[in-house]
């Protein structure tokens, strides 16, 4: 019952955060929050823990709470009811006490999920830890062995290895261990491999920590988290199958179990139909719990995933917001836009705080700021694409006289893709990589204009070719992956374009792509710019592009623009104490280094 | 394409081989045991010790496991001890029995699942609540509790379903659906609880990707975005888990087929292995592994269909 | 001539004695039995019932007796039968039988006009040849038969058996597997562990039988008893759960089945009959050990004795079989002719008393090791109470299933726990305490079982072992070999006009069942 996450590969490239993800970091940062903390302050996990605990607790206390010993008969007892004084849930068919039975069946629950996982974990977790960080013959030893070891029919395995195992169900557990460890070892092997890439592996290697050293810090820290989520899945397993082969009367039948409970009950059903209830009760809340807290785990250590929402909704705006307080004629008009998002704690915070901006027909207008300006928020907005979590406190965005703010997203739609067209910054993470390119791009263009899809693919072919692609027939038959940085910012740019929008919003389309590829980029959205009169917001960080490309400049700083102009005032003269920073911060060859070289320290310079 | 299946064939036989190996290993132990139980209560020793030497249980042990292995690659995998059935054609029969169970079974579930998972992830809320109940419900009410009253309920009283026994399709297609409704719905139940849950996830994680973002920017409806695009991207690693789940199924079935007397695979195998059948544990032990070869061979084409980065060239 | 008389419980019946001699003596008229209650019936009926054991083969050679027999027997025909009521050797293929003076030699005389399924007839070379094949034939039945030296057919329907000594308990086996017949033509063939040529009133239905799981059978018109038999087809249900059968029964998939004693209430008064059996098994634990050469206490009498006293036997009645049995101290069937209602009362429960005797042996503190498997898990805790009563410790040590036998030969252990139904009063006591015995692994042996077995084995008529018998038994009781918990009973439920007509004798076989009106 292993939960395998598909592997998260690293590009290779360094992007700048979001700003959500900076959000996310700094709510994180801002409430301290542990990781216990957080365990402790999501209802779900506390909630089966706190279940689990007093189950498991009421297991450990057996000897003081039970009545009777498990195994202890009194003929006289026999099938005796619920309630009968001394056997508070009944007797069963050889007169033992249900209630001591069902506590003494906690402890054997509780032994065989310790072995069981444990042994499932320490297992995967070593093969996985080799199996990932070593070279190739290695991994492919591992490999086989768990293969090997997965093929196996479990359950059967464990019945004709009876004899060995005398029933003792906690040998069998053990080697249920081992059946389930292959799919810890795939977990942490995956791991093992996206941190072994990772740039601060290399770093640390470079700066000479032994193998074992890389090892034991920074990769056991990333297991760690699904390490602890497959744990209770697989405490969960442990336990089902143990319960399984006790129902099947495999194993000792001195032990008392659930599943020999149950399979007790089972068999004086019509007699006493209550005392199948019980344990069959009592083993389902278990397993419910612990697979309900893996999921809250996952949820809360791998990353704060927020709960699911309505796609399509429309973004959340609060009353106040929608109205504009001054009435300007640009194409896009946005007037004290505030978009904020929740804080764990609860209570809203602002990331972009009362903006301002206004884009004029055919005007290209640079969005100017650092990482975590809000600057994509804004963009976003004005497409409706904020995230679900996100709200528009107040303010108003007009597109072409109309009010944004507030419409649904079916509302939104014919304007998307339409009239106002986006480009992305990452071009490899914004295609589906399960559809080819051309098919990709045809849809979009028919959901925009309707037309055939022959007519379609002609277009898409001819946008392609125009884009600078050199055989756009190859590019349109290929997938993502199949296809260069470069290549698939020319594509998305193509699928921009073709309903020849009115706005295009472009977020941050260089800053993915290696510098001579920038370059071209930046001259085919200029030409496409005149060719078609549009409108362009340039989001990015980079005054080089703005130079290249704007009419006017904003700069945005924490939220508010703190300067705004024609491209040539703000370079020539920024008034601004921001502006001025980041604009002395551009290096040119006149620039010298004025801080001191890093001094060799007597560890030397191990390679 | 045709060599990397006819390679992993290729390894899911080589694997096949060691199991059955270390299986035979294992059971060797057994054949004193195995020949009293042919003999019945009444046999003397030397009796027992002649019919040991009649079967050619007294040589080696690797001789006995090449001498089988021969025989089994030609597709003879000998007779059981006891009934004298061909363990080839029984099992495959059994098999045809258990599949007809879980099949029905994981569509059912992967239908079920990918409705309530895809729903949940795509509109949250309520819906999300109301799902989530639902998988929990299937955790915790046990499979068994709820057959049992399905069957006082639809068998016992009102006749419609039978109490036990099964209806091979050829015989009676209608009658094949009765029996097989009970113990469908029970696994179902438990599928769709651990499925469910993972179809969501998958789907939250798809549905916050950037290009789906793209998608909508460019103006593409939300049912298109929604299973179109995400549910594919998901469905890659949903098929991962879709694997397990069949595999998972075949211990269920076992206790299943115990309570409703369906002579399936996993009775089969699981009275074979009591009695220490060892001709039909082989043979079971043998067909497993290749049924499981089999499976994550489908599963990673499937995979490689659905997901262009996974494909083998 | 035969009149089947309703046997009263516990009563040895002096006519018993009498009918039996006759039946040895060979002077059986040629006539068929009646059946018990009705006249030849023309209602033929459909049979459904459960059973918890599938046949494993139906080779003749391979045959087991247990509910197995269900299915085997109603394709096989057997040479003897018995009667479900009385429990006495009537004639089956063969009509009537003699021993010769010293039991050496034992002629059958076959009916005229039996014939196989396949048309051809049943004769004396085809008990000749099917006897003879399972004897060489390494399975269950070939042990049965070692005593067989030659079986020659001496003509068309005589079939003359010699042995190398008196077997007294060959004849009762007449009723089941060894006296199986197999057709000759075919016997060897590969299907005759799944689809045999038989002798017996129905052939299989192979398509709509699913080995190992159920099996349907269809009633041969040509059956030279056919008439008796009022059932057109028998379809067997293997059900190993008890819930699983009973809801069977209930949804009208059976119409025959056994239930437990707590759920009769539940069975609709109106559509089904129960009838309840008192004695169809004893449970007892059997002390292997008897000669205390690896356990010294267990070859005490004052230990095994003190054992007996120790278990309460009324209240493991009441409890564990709610009143369904009969608590005993002896092995043999209270049907048959050597049981000894006194002797029930040689051990009342008096754990107390047992107690001292321990410590007067002076074995008090003694721990034992005994197999533990589902047959025994429901007195598990009982036994070992009781075991803590009289100051000794019983261990159980998880045996898996296919281990349980040749645990109980392997010498590991002094004490077995087994549940042994009725075979027959030629083998009740032979099987537990001859030196061959199954029952009696380490091949104890003293004095008095010396000369008792002797005696018995050199004793040709039935009726003249009988007061042997019974000495044997007074004896084994006094000597406290094996400590007897109960008689286990059994309730039947029918429906459809069915009837349930096993008393004295619960041979798996369709001559348990009638048709009433």
């Not at chain 1, 612990?290 to 705006?317: F, T, Y």
């Not at chain 3, 007796?65 to 009521?85: C, E, H, N, Y």
Request: a negative charge.
């Amino acid at each position: 019952m292993s939960d395998e996450r598909p592997l998260q590969t690293n590009t290779g490239t360094v992007t700048p955060p979001s700003t959500e993800l900076l959000v996310t970091l700094e709510n994180a940062a801002k409430t301290r929050t542990s990781t216990w903390r957080r365990i402790l302050r999501d209802p779900q996990a506390v909630g089966t823990l706190g279940i689990l605990a007093v189950i498991f607790l009421l297991g450990l206390l057996t000897p003081w709470l039970a009545p009777h010993g498990p195994n202890d008969a009194d003929l006289a007892m026999i099938n005796a009811p619920v309630g009968t004084p001394g056997y508070l849930l009944g007797a069963d068919e050889a007169g033992r006490d249900i209630l001591s039975r069902l506590l003494h069946s906690i402890n054997t629950a509780a032994i065989s999920a310790l072995i069981g996982a444990g042994v499932a974990l320490v297992v995967g977790v070593i093969a996985g830890l080799i199996g990932g960080y070593f070279g190739t013959v290695t991994r492919a030893t591992t490999e086989w062995l768990f293969n090997l070891i997965m093929t196996f029919p479990g359950i059967l395995l464990l019945i004709i290895l009876m004899p060995v195992t005398g029933g003792d169900y906690r040998f069998t557990m053990l080697i249920f261990g081992v059946l389930l460890s292959p799919g810890i070892y795939r977990i942490v092997r995956n791991l093992v491999l996206g941190v072994k890439n990772e740039l601060y592996v290399d770093a640390a290697r470079v700066s000479g920590l032994g193998n074992l050293r890389i090892l034991g810090r920074h990769v056991l820290f990333v297991v760690r988290g699904p390490i602890i989520i497959a744990a209770a899945f697989l405490a969960g397993s442990a336990i089902a199958v143990q319960s399984g082969l006790a129902f099947l009367g495999v194993g000792s039948l001195q032990i008392p179990s659930f599943g020999s409970m149950i399979s007790s009950g089972f068999r004086n059903l019509y007699i006493a139909p209550t005392q199948f209830l019980w344990p069959s009760l009592l083993l389902g809340v278990i397993t419910a719990s612990l697979v309900l807290l893996g999921n809250a785990l996952r949820d809360i250590l791998e990353g704060s995933m927020p709960k699911p929402a309505k796609v399509g909704r429309g973004q959340r705006v609060l009353d106040s917001a929608g109205e504009a307080t001054a009435a300007r004629t640009g194409l896009l008009e946005i007037n004290d836009l505030a978009i904020a998002y929740p804080r764990p704690s609860g209570g809203l915070n602002e990331v972009v705080r009362g903006v301002d901006l206004s884009i004029a027909r055919g005007q290209v207008v640079g969005l100017v700021g650092e990482s975590g300006s809000g600057k994509s928020q804004t963009a976003f907005a004005s497409l409706g694409v904020l995230p679900n979590e996100a709200v528009i406190t107040r303010g108003s965005i007009r597109f072409d006289g109309r009010e944004l703010v507030g419409l649904t997203d079916a509302q939104m739609r014919p304007l998307r893709g339409k009239e106002i067209a986006y480009i992305p910054q990452e071009p490899m993470s914004n295609l589906d990589p399960s559809y080819k390119v051309g098919a990709q791009l045809v849809e979009g263009v028919r959901s925009a204009l309707g037309v055939t899809r022959a007519e379609a693919t002609a277009r898409v072919l001819a946008l392609l070719e125009r884009v600078g692609i050199a055989d756009p027939k190859r590019t349109f038959d290929s997938y993502p992956h199949q296809i260069s940085g470069g290549m698939a910012q020319r594509v998305l740019i193509a699928g921009a374009v073709a309903s020849r929008p009115k706005l295009l919003i472009a977020d941050e389309p260089t800053t993915a792509l290696d510098v001579t590829v920038q370059a071209e980029i930046l001259d085919l959205l200029r030409d496409l710019q005149s060719e078609l009169d549009m409108a362009i917001l340039l989001v990015t960080h980079n005054f080089g592009v703005v130079a290249d490309l704007c009419d006017r400049i904003a700069v945005m700083q924490n939220g508010v623009i703190v300067e705004s102009g024609t491209a040539a005032e703000v370079f020539a003269h920024p008034t601004h104490e921001y502006t001025k920073m980041l604009l002395g911060a551009i290096l040119d060859e006149s620039t010298v280094r004025t801080d001191p070289p890093v001094a060799i320290t007597e560890e030397g310079t191990q390679r | 394409m045709l060599s990397y299946i006819l390679r992993r064939l290729g390894a899911g036989i080589v694997l096949a081989i060691l199991v059955t190996l270390i299986t035979f290993l294992l059971l060797s132990t057994s054949f004193d045991d195995v020949a009293q139980s042919i003999l019945g209560t009444g046999a003397t020793p030397d009796v027992v010790a002649g019919l040991i030497e009649q079967k050619g249980w007294d040589r080696p042990v690797l001789v006995q496991y090449f001498d089988w292995l021969i025989h089994a690659v030609q597709g003879d995998f000998g007779v059981s001890v006891y009934t004298s059935l061909p363990v080839g054609p029984t099992v495959l029969q059994r098999l045809a029995v258990t599949l007809s169970i879980i099949v029905p079974a994981l569509i059912l579930t992967v239908i079920i699942s990918v409705v309530l998972g895809v729903w949940s992830a795509s509109r949250g809320g309520i819906v999300d609540r109301i799902a989530q109940g639902i998988s929990l419900i299937g955790y915790i009410v046990p499979g068994l509790l709820l057959a049992i009253v399905l069957v006082v309920v639809f068998a016992v009283q009102l006749k419609w379903l039978p109490a036990t026994g099964f209806t091979p399709f050829a015989e009676d297609p209608a009658a094949w659906v009765r029996s097989i409704t009970i113990p469908v719905i029970v696994l179902t139940i438990g599928g769709v609880a651990n499925m469910a849950a993972q179809v969501r996830g998958r789907m939250i994680d798809e549905l916050r990707r950037d290009y789906i973002r793209t998608l909508r920017t460019r103006g593409s409806s939300t049912t298109s975005i929604v299973i179109k695009h995400a549910l594919r991207n998901a469905a890659s690693p949903a098929l991962t888990v879709m694997s397990l789940e069949f595999i998972q199924m075949f211990g269920g079935a076992l206790i299943i087929e115990n309570v409703f007397a369906l002579p399936g695979y996993g009775s089969f195998a699981f009275n074979a292995s009591l009695q220490g059948d060892i001709p039909v544990i082989m043979g079971i032990t043998a067909f497993g592994v290749l049924l499981v070869t089999v499976v994550n061979l489908l599963t990673d084409l499937a995979n490689g269909w659905l997901n262009p980065k996974a494909r083998v060239h | 001539m035969w009149n089947t008389r309703k046997h009263r419980r516990g009563v040895v019946l002096p006519a018993a004695m009498l009918i039996t001699a006759l039946a040895v003596s060979g002077c059986a008229a040629g006539s068929d039995p009646e059946p018990a209650g009705t006249s030849a019936t023309v209602v033929e009926k459909d049979l459904a019932i459960a059973a918890v054991s599938a046949p494993n083969s139906l080779d003749p050679a391979q045959l087991v007796d247990g509910q197995q027999m269900f299915v085997w027997s109603s394709i096989l025909d057997t040479l003897l039968r018995k009667d479900p009521a009385t429990g006495e050797i009537i004639p089956g293929a063969a009509e009537s039988w003699e021993y010769n003076e010293d039991g050496t030699q034992l002629t059958l005389v076959l009916r005229e006009g039996m014939s196989f399924s396949s048309g051809d007839p049943v004769n004396a070379d085809a008990v000749v040849a099917t006897m003879l094949r399972s004897r060489e034939t390494a399975g269950n039945v070939q042990s049965r038969l070692a005593s067989v030296t030659d079986v020659v057919a001496e003509d068309d329907r005589t079939v003359v058996v010699s042995f190398d000594g008196f077997d007294p308990q060959f004849l009762d086996n007449l009723s089941s597997g060894p006296g199986a017949i197999g057709d000759p033509a075919t016997i060897d063939e590969e299907r005759t562990a799944t689809d045999p040529v038989g002798s017996g009133p129905f052939t299989l239905d192979t398509e709509k039988t699913v080995p190992g799981s159920s099996y349907v059978l269809v009633k041969r018109d040509d059956y030279w008893d056919a008439e008796n038999v009022p059932f057109k087809t028998l379809t067997v249900k293997v059900l190993q759960d008890q819930t699983a059968s009973f809801n069977a029964l209930q949804a009208g998939e059976l119409n025959a089945a056994t239930v437990q004693t707590q759920v009769v209430g539940q069975l609709d008064k109106e559509k089904f009959s129960i009838k309840q059996n008192d004695a169809v098994a004893t449970s007892f634990l059997n002390i292997l050990d008897r000669g205390g050469e690896k356990w010294p206490a267990l070859g005490d009498e004052k230990v095994r004795q003190a054992i007996n006293l120790a278990i309460d036997r009324d209240a493991v009645l009441k409890g564990l079989y709610s009143g369904v049995g009969i608590a005993t101290t002896q092995l043999v069937s209270p049907f048959g002719a050597i049981y000894d209602e006194s002797l029930n009362d040689e051990y009342e429960y008096d754990p107390e008393k047992g107690r001292e005797l321990v410590e007067e042996a002076g074995y008090a503190g003694e721990s034992f090791q005994i197999p533990s498997t589902f047959l025994s898990t429901t007195v598990e805790p009982v036994l070992t109470q009781a075991f803590a009563d009289i100051g000794l410790t019983l261990e159980w040590v998880t045996v898996p299933p296919q281990q349980a036998q040749s645990a109980a030969r392997s010498g590991d252990y002094g004490l077995y726990f087994q549940i042994l139904g009725f075979n027959a009063d030629s083998a009740d006591l032979a099987t537990t305490f001859a030196l061959d015995g199954v029952g009696n692994p380490r091949g104890y042996t003293d004095d008095t079982l010396d000369r008792l077995f002797s005696e018995i084995d050199s004793t040709v008529a039935f009726d003249d072992r009988v007061p042997l018998y019974q000495e044997l038994n007074e004896y084994v009781a006094d000597q406290a070999f094996v400590a007897p918990l109960v008689y286990v009973g059994a309730v039947w439920a029918t429906a459809d006009g069915i009837s349930y007509v096993g008393e004295a004798n619960t041979l798996s076989t369709i001559r348990q069942f009638d048709v009433t009106e």
